[in-house]
């Protein structure tokens, strides 16, 4: 006769209950209220108030930002990462947590030091001032800003896989006479891809949708610096609820398609890694 096996946590139905009912409470029914409000909207309105000129210009500035943030978390997220793991020096772990400090730091206040420091007046801004390059109140200051709240996601992400990497394979490499470059390409960077796409799509993700370290230092000049978190602020101040909510339901599905893709390529990586065991 098979021992019944004991589980800590109750049974699958009320565990399950819990879980959905959470959920509805957090995620579900928010989101079911932007497509509630826009329903309000016949196709050719939702059409319409999407493709403004403002509108597809916030589209672009926060998109093309995100990106390009993005990649530059995917590079220096590796970089931070891999310090942390394989080295020893003092300070490490205070530098450990200094990585959350954007998931801790109140979006208000990290805007606010960000466009101090990278300001014509500040000590980044006014550095870079001497050559001509303007940071703050610029598509470059919303990308230092993306790329500040960004960066956590891509450590987080690829740190854990680096700790638990076997060391025997770079020192096999190393003896069959490889170089440091072909064993990250061909050992270590096929082993931390799946966490380098998880970190860069939730990098993206959150980027997209960043409003409060990004409206400061962003200077928010219509089609050229003005993101769209700010037009759908804009929208809700003037009670327009419909028309804010079309425009942040094409933010939730680009997030969601995001997401969904990077998903599907951990999947591919997953079974191709399988099969080549």
Do not use: H
């Not at 930002?65 to 993005?70: D, E, G, P, R």
């Not at 960043?210 to 400061?216: A, D, K, L, P």
């Amino acid at each position: 006769m098979k021992k019944a096996n004991k589980r800590v946590i109750p049974g699958f139905g009320l565990s399950m209950g819990v879980t959905v009912s959470v959920l509805s409470i957090v995620v579900l029914i928010p989101l079911a209220s932007l497509a509630v409000f826009t329903a309000n909207m016949s196709i050719s309105e939702i059409i319409g108030t999407i493709t403004r000129a403002r509108v597809l210009a916030s589209f672009k500035v926060s998109f093309v930002t995100a990106l390009i943030a993005s990649l530059i978390n995917a590079v220096m997220g590796v970089v931070l990462a891999w310090v942390l793991v394989r080295y020893d020096f003092p300070f490490k772990r205070l530098l450990d947590g200094m990585i959350e400090l954007p998931f801790a730091l109140p979006t208000a206040v990290a805007g606010i030091s960000l466009t101090s420091l990278t300001a014509d007046t500040g000590l980044i801004g006014g550095f870079f001032a001497r050559f001509g390059v303007k940071i703050a109140y610029t598509r470059i200051g919303i990308t230092v800003a993306m790329v500040f709240i960004g960066i956590p996601f891509v450590v987080r992400a690829v740190q854990p896989v680096l700790e638990k990497l076997d060391g025997s394979y770079e020192e096999a490499a190393v003896t069959l006479g490889a170089d440091r470059g072909r064993i990250f390409r061909e050992i270590i960077f096929p082993e931390i891809c799946p966490a380098v796409f998880t970190g860069f799509g939730l990098a993206l993700g959150r980027c997209i949708g960043e409003y409060g370290s990004v409206v400061f230092i962003a200077g928010n000049q219509p089609f050229e610096t003005e993101i769209t978190p700010l037009i759908i602020m804009s929208e809700l101040q003037e009670y327009d609820y419909a028309s804010a909510s079309a425009i942040a339901l094409v933010m939730l599905a680009a997030s969601f398609l995001i997401l969904f893709s990077v998903n599907l390529i951990q999947v591919k990586n997953a079974k191709i890694l399988k099969g080549g065991n």
